[in-house]
């Protein structure tokens, strides 16, 4: 269930010292923003990702397991740490926000209703794909995104696959009538840990669009 990944979040976050932490979220500009909508223009990042069958909820719990297990050690460093040559040593790496998930295959024509997943964290900014820890599961992947433009509504509360369809539908059709035209599948990125109150959590669906 999506409650289950929100309670690995938890855990993750008291192992990284918990809400009192600043966690580093990817850079972007603003170019356009409405009271619910913005479009924004990210800048290239590293992703660790990983694909997973299931639903939305089982998906999120599994690749969110998978990644936070690589940036917690399941890795093999790519410098030298306390005297381990590079290879041998494992590393940490900081949490960072949010936690995305993206539809792979659909069994329907409704996008979070998919039945394959791709869960990414964005790496932090200080690291390059030379110095990132490489991953010890063969299924941890890393990979450098290009700037890319999105259309992204902002929501609170929680992340039900109904609710995440409905806002997904709505965005894309906004996005259509501003004349812009999405490129990818649908993304869903998750701020908050648990303990936050569901109208305070900060959510987003984002929609990849094509650069003018």
């Known amino acids: 269930m999506i409650l289950s990944f929100f309670w690995v979040l938890s855990a993750c976050a008291i192992l990284t010292g918990g809400p009192a932490m600043a966690i580093e979220e990817p850079e972007y500009s603003v170019e356009r923003k409405t009271d619910r909508f913005e479009i924004r223009q990210y800048r290239p990042l590293i992703v660790a990702e990983t694909f997973v069958d299931g639903d939305l909820g089982d998906a999120s ?3 969110f397991r998978r990644i936070a297990a690589y940036i917690f050690g399941d890795n093999q460093s790519a410098r ?3 005297g381990q040559a590079a ?9 960072t926000a949010p936690v995305t998930v993206e539809p ?8 979070m209703d998919a039945n394959r997943w791709r869960i990414h964290f964005v790496m ?9 820890p490489r991953p010890t599961n063969p299924l941890v992947i ?4 290009p700037s890319k433009r ?5 929501f609170s509360g929680f992340t039900g696959v109904d609710k995440s369809q409905s806002l997904t539908e709505e965005l894309i059709a906004w996005t259509k009538a501003q ?10 990125a998750r701020y908050d840990p648990p303990w936050r109150l569901p109208f305070f959590r900060r959510n987003e669906i984002l929609l990849e669009i094509a650069t003018p």
């Open 61 to 63: 719990n599994a690749g």
């Open 80 to 82: 030298s740490v306390d």
């Open 87 to 95: 290879g041998s040593a494992k590393e940490t790496i900081a949490m």
């Open 104 to 111: 792979q295959s659909l069994v329907a024509s409704k996008a």
């Open 124 to 132: 932090p900014k200080q690291y390059s794909m030379a110095s990132l």
């Open 142 to 145: 890393l990979r450098e995104v």
């Open 150 to 154: 999105y259309a992204v509504l902002s």
């Open 179 to 188: 004349g812009l035209s999405p490129v990818a599948s649908p993304q869903m």
